[in-house]
């Protein structure tokens, strides 16, 4: 059997909690054959370099597999200071993360949001899926800051919009196959306002017809918001541009994790016809930074693992590493492990409270009882 070339990463652990769950990943990836190697990116490569980017760091993510993201933030003192002293012209952490979606050209942003342990109140399962554009609207970063005025530029164009609601038909219409129940897209805009929006709703509606087994709906903003803090369950698939779909990804994990610590997402780049990613696709879990538990073993992992989960599915078609991955966490979560953020107050006796390596330790451990239970099989192949 040819050996395949193991896949190589990139991390870009960032700045507060970014260094703990990745640092908590790299057993995991040693156990998946997976090569990496960390670089600065952010608030400490602004320090050092005086860019949240450099042109080495975004040449090492393009010459690897894929990137995986820790965090992105700017320690508070720093924001506090810049707000009274600042022209609003410095460089940013956010602006590293902008610039590397934009490089690789990773347009599309997948945010799955489904249980992954049993709710604590009685209510309908949820497994939703946010589809975001990530690279235009008011992310475009066209705009100035003044004294005496500051303006942002949201802007699409058609084959921006184009790509991203076929990205939305596509995954609605693989999820409904693939669990068996009809195919739902909600499109997110505010077409009543935006002509962003009017232009959006129009070319969705026209996608939407090279889809017809695919029930496509459109939902205002404020509706959309409204409708998933009180019922999440009922969406199947979200299909949103990129302030509209941050905004409502840290809604929908909230409402349904209760944190952001079971977040995760993929930021995938453009597909050649067989499917195979044209470059590196990214995945970052949906939390920021977590300044205040940094440092402390608090941080959760897990939405960094269902992120590798992620690119082992979508990036590196590896979907048995990936099922065995979900498996373990699985594993963890059935043995009543869990990290603070994921404990209502009060309940903390029905858990097995562990840190952020404490998470990791036990997700290897299982993936690695699993891996050997598959070796025998594997080798009478
Ligand atoms: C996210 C984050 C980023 C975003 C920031 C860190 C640039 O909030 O991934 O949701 O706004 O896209
Ligand atoms: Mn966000």
């Given at each position: 059997m040819a050996e395949r070339t193991p896949d190589r990463i990139a991390v870009l652990p960032g700045i507060g909690i970014g260094l703990e769950v990745t640092g908590a990943m790299k057993r995991l990836l040693r156990q998946l054959d997976i090569e990496s190697e960390d670089y600065p990116f952010g608030y400490d490569s602004i320090v050092e370099y005086g860019e949240p980017l450099t042109d080495e760091v975004l040449a090492a993510c393009e010459a690897s597999d894929a990137v995986l993201l820790g965090a992105v933030g700017t320690p508070p003192e720093e924001v506090e200071r810049l707000s009274r002293e600042g022209s609003g012209n410095e460089p940013t952490a956010e602006q590293g993360l902008l610039r590397l979606r934009r490089e690789l050209d990773c347009f599309a942003n997948l945010r799955p949001m489904e249980?992954?342990?049993?709710?604590?109140?009685?209510r309908p399962a949820v497994d939703l899926m946010l589809v975001r554009e990530l690279l235009g609207g008011v992310y475009r970063g066209e705009g100035h800051i003044t004294e005496d005025e500051a303006v942002d530029i949201v802007r699409y164009e058609r084959h921006e919009v184009e790509r991203i609601a076929t990205i939305g038909f596509e995954v609605a219409r693989t999820r409904a196959q693939e669990k068996g129940r009809p195919a739902r897209l909600v499109s997110v805009d505010k077409a009543n306002i935006e002509y962003i929006s009017k232009f959006w709703r129009t070319i969705v509606t026209r996608i939407a017809e090279q889809y017809p087994d695919v029930e496509c709906t459109h939902m205002f903003v404020d509706n959309a918001a409204m409708q998933i803090a009180a019922r999440p369950w009922e969406f199947d698939v979200i299909l949103t541009e990129n302030a509209k779909g941050d905004i409502l990804s840290d809604e929908s994990a909230g409402r349904v994790h209760?944190?952001?610590?079971l977040a995760p997402s993929i930021s995938l780049t453009a597909r050649d016809a067989e499917g195979v990613p044209t470059g590196p696709d990214i995945a970052e879990s949906v939390h920021g930074a977590g300044f205040d538990i940094a440092g402390e073993g608090k941080a959760n992992p897990l939405a960094t693992y269902y992120s590798v989960e992620l690119m082992l599915r979508y990036t590196l078609k590896r979907p048995d590493d990936a099922d065995n991955l979900r498996a373990a966490i699985d594993d963890v979560l059935h043995a009543q492990y869990r990290t603070p953020d994921m404990v209502t107050m009060g309940?903390?006796?029905?858990f097995r409270i562990v840190s952020t390596n404490g998470m990791a330790d036990l997700v290897s451990d299982r993936f690695a009882d699993r891996l050997a239970a598959r070796r025998p099989a594997t080798s009478a192949d």
């Open positions: 249980d992954y342990v049993p709710p604590s109140e009685d209760g944190s952001l610590g309940r903390e006796g029905a």
